[in-house]
């Protein structure tokens, strides 16, 4: 599902200064991406600067500073690389044909959802850090992605002829977003967490035409 990107009036540079070519600068990077996630889990986002992340890889600031330009660049490609990962597991999940079409909706909803509560801290450490501004274009790219690929889904899922696929995607894409970031700003508890995405699953699908 896509990123919301709140605007601010200071634009952070997020991409990467350079990408790793060589084993020696692919372990390098792997290791403050690492770091990076491991300070911001155990030590939260207060913790989090550049001089701490290079302390925990074993790494010079100046080595950091190679690749990653400040610490929005870092939570930017942690959430990059996180995002990769539950998008996988969310097609993964509607592909299954062995399972209803509500079904596979219902549990690829909930997944998000799981994955947004997973990433507060995340979220929550992006924000202070100013690394989204209006309409970056990273973001940007990345939804449109999404919801080209929910909309295939939802070709193959409706009946034939079914009206409205582009809006339908983004409906189902903007929504899902919306409400599982609401919901997880304020509680990562499971049950309240379930109980969300099962309720916006069935508002969704009720609305689309998933039965």
């Given at each position: 599902?896509?990123?919301r990107?709140?605007?601010?009036?200071?634009?952070?540079?997020?991409?990467?200064r350079?990408?790793?070519?060589?084993?020696r600068?692919?372990?390098?990077?792997?290791?403050i991406?690492?770091?990076?996630a491991?300070?911001?889990?155990?030590?939260g986002p207060?913790?989090?600067?550049?001089?701490?992340?290079?302390?925990?890889?074993?790494?010079s600031?100046?080595?950091?500073?190679q690749?990653?330009p400040n610490?929005?660049?870092?939570?930017?490609q942690?959430?990059?690389?996180?995002?990769?990962?539950v998008?996988?597991?969310?097609?993964?999940?509607?592909?299954?044909?062995?399972?209803?079409v509500?079904?596979?909706?219902?549990?690829?909803?909930h997944?998000f959802f799981?994955?947004?509560?997973?990433?507060?801290?995340?979220r929550?450490?992006l924000?202070?850090?100013e690394?989204?501004?209006?309409?970056?274009?990273?973001?940007?790219?990345?939804?449109?992605?999404?919801r080209s690929r929910?909309?295939?889904?939802?070709?193959?899922?409706?009946?034939?002829?079914?009206?409205?696929?582009?809006?339908?995607?983004d409906?189902?894409?903007?929504?899902?977003?919306?409400?599982a970031?609401?919901?997880?700003?304020?509680?990562?508890?499971?049950?309240?967490?379930?109980?969300w995405?099962?309720?916006?699953?069935?508002?969704?699908c009720?609305?689309?035409?998933?039965?």
């Open positions: 599902m896509p990123r990107a709140a605007a601010t009036a200071r634009k952070s540079p997020i991409q990467p350079k990408r790793p070519r060589q084993v600068s692919l372990k390098t990077t792997r290791a991406l690492e770091a990076a491991r300070v911001l889990r155990e030590e207060a913790s989090f600067n550049t001089n701490r992340v290079a302390e925990v890889a074993g790494v600031v100046g080595s950091l500073y690749y990653y610490k929005a660049a870092l939570l930017f942690l959430d990059v690389l996180d995002s990769k990962v998008w996988e597991e969310i097609e993964t999940l509607l592909s299954d044909e062995r399972r209803p509500r079904k596979r909706v219902d549990a690829a909803i997944r799981e994955s947004e509560a997973a990433e507060a801290p995340t929550g450490a924000r202070r850090a690394a989204f501004f209006e309409h970056p274009p990273q973001i940007e790219a990345r939804n449109a992605f999404v929910i909309r295939y889904f939802l070709g193959e899922a409706l009946p034939a002829g079914a009206r409205d696929l582009d809006f339908k995607a409906l189902l894409s903007t929504t899902i977003a919306s409400v970031e609401a919901i997880t700003d304020r509680t990562t508890d499971a049950a309240e967490i379930r109980r995405s099962r309720a916006t699953s069935e508002m969704l009720r609305q689309i035409g998933i039965e």
